[in-house]
């Protein structure tokens, strides 16, 4: 069984809450990433919301400051356990209909982010994707 942490390959992406919609943009574009996550203020280890590539466009679109903050155009992170099986990503990104999921460990804290294309370009990802018992939703 494959685990959400055996397919982190880089550190997120994160920022303070406090954050401008201009700010995530720019380490979006330069980490090349298509998800930040906001921390918490008092924990930089706490992931409070995220922001995608989308968000931003949608802002943009909106003629939003790009100089005010980044909370208003932010959503609820969906997490999924550092020892969750990689199907448990996979379901939940179907599930919430979203491209990445947060990675917290046993005590909420910030460990990454997968995204559909870390679960997609692996044979034996796919082939465990393709055999996991995952419970029906309604």
Do not use: Y
């Not at 917290?104 to 370009?121: A, Q």
């Amino acid at each position: 069984m494959i685990r959400t942490s055996e397919l982190l390959k880089r550190p997120p992406v994160s920022l303070p809450e406090t954050a401008t919609i201009r700010e995530v943009a720019t380490e979006l574009a330069k980490n090349r990433v298509g998800l930040a996550v906001l921390t918490a203020r008092d924990n930089p280890k706490r992931p409070v919301a995220v922001v995608s590539e989308r968000d931003i466009l949608r802002a943009v679109a909106q003629r939003l400051d790009l100089d005010g903050p980044a909370m208003p155009i932010a959503n609820s992170p969906i997490t999924v356990l550092d020892t969750d099986p990689v199907h448990v990503a996979a379901e939940k990104m179907r599930r919430h209909n979203i491209r990445h999921v947060v990675v917290v460990n046993k005590n909420g804290e910030l460990v990454g982010v997968l995204s559909i294309r870390d679960l997609c370009f692996e044979r034996a990802i796919l082939l465990e994707l393709a055999t996991a018992e995952v419970p029906a939703t309604p």
